[in-house]
């Protein structure tokens, strides 16, 4: 099985700057597409994808969230 997850990469650390209340972000809709043709294209099994901006992950939280296999 052929796994891929996918970030992007928040504006800035939210760790140090969170985000205030009523702070709005953009979808990312090129990632999604990314990760729609990763599937079709490129023959993964499965893409997970992880929208950082909109959470308002720090890089600790994003760490956090993952793990990698090797």
Request: avoid cysteine.
């Amino acid at each position: 099985m052929k796994d891929v997850l996918i970030l992007n990469s928040p504006s800035r650390d939210y760790g140090f700057d969170p985000r205030s209340e009523g702070e709005r972000v953009l979808t990312p809709y090129g990632v999604g597409l990314v990760a729609m043709d990763s599937i079709r294209e490129l023959g993964y099994d499965r893409v997970s994808f992880v929208d950082t901006e909109f959470a308002g992950l720090s890089i600790e939280d994003i760490l956090d969230r993952i793990s990698v296999e090797t």
